[in-house]
């Protein structure tokens, strides 16, 4: 659901230029935002109100993606426009990708229902590292967080209503029991190594007062 500093893009598709023209601007236009050829750009404010030409103030928060649309289309329909056919994207919702995957960051949430296969396929699939079957994903106040594990291994786990990702959340993708114990022989293989040349010296050295 939209909420307060999120950012909307907004676009009247009845419009004709959008049939005719390369690169279209918007019919919502000189409004408190920036244009673009996919239509303008606004902030929603903190009072959770969006302004927008002609109409101003018009309350979103709280409201789905689907309904801050119809609410507009109805708005500017009784104001301004004939037959409005207003689309609405919400332009800043992301979520962080981190752990065993081939590109680690953030990936935008480019459409409605974005699925955890689809976002780890953007990112370019897991690494020979990974554990598939403990996949985590973080979500919520960070100083009590909801955590939801994953298991892909199960053709199941597709279905499952969890794999829906949301705003914010962070998915952690977790090493495999191999690459763990790969990494704790080299960590022992390292802090015994200049022990090793130490003790090596000290019996050359040694050999060589004795002979």
């Given at each position: 659901r939209i909420k307060s500093q999120d950012i909307l893009q907004i676009r009247n598709l009845q419009s004709t230029k959008y049939i005719v023209d390369e690169g279209p601007s918007s019919t919502l236009s000189n409004g408190r935002g920036s244009g673009s050829g996919q239509g303008q750009t606004y902030q929603v404010e903190d009072d959770g109100t969006v302004v927008l030409p002609v109409i101003g103030h018009v309350p979103v928060a709280g409201l789905t993606r689907a309904e801050a649309a119809k609410q507009i289309e109805d708005l500017y329909r009784k104001n301004l426009l004939k037959d409005p056919i207003i689309?609405?994207?919400?332009?800043?919702?992301?979520?962080t990708l981190l752990g065993e995957v081939r590109t680690q960051?953030?990936?935008?949430?480019t459409k409605d229902k974005t699925s955890l296969i689809e976002i780890?396929?953007?990112?370019?699939?897991?690494?020979?590292?990974?554990?598939?079957k403990n996949i985590k994903i973080i979500r919520g106040d960070p100083k009590n967080p909801q955590i939801t594990e994953l298991d892909l291994s199960k053709i199941e786990t597709l279905a499952d209503p969890r794999m829906i990702l949301q705003n914010n959340d962070i998915i952690y993708i977790a090493q495999n029991k191999r690459a763990v114990k790969n990494d704790q022989l080299q960590n022992v293989t390292t802090t015994l190594s200049p022990a090793l040349l130490i003790l090596n010296t000290a019996l050359l050295i040694y050999t060589f007062i004795h002979r």
């Open positions: 689309e609405l994207k919400i332009t800043n919702l992301k979520v960051g953030n990936f935008p949430l780890i396929g953007d990112a370019g699939g897991l690494t020979e590292r990974s554990n598939e």
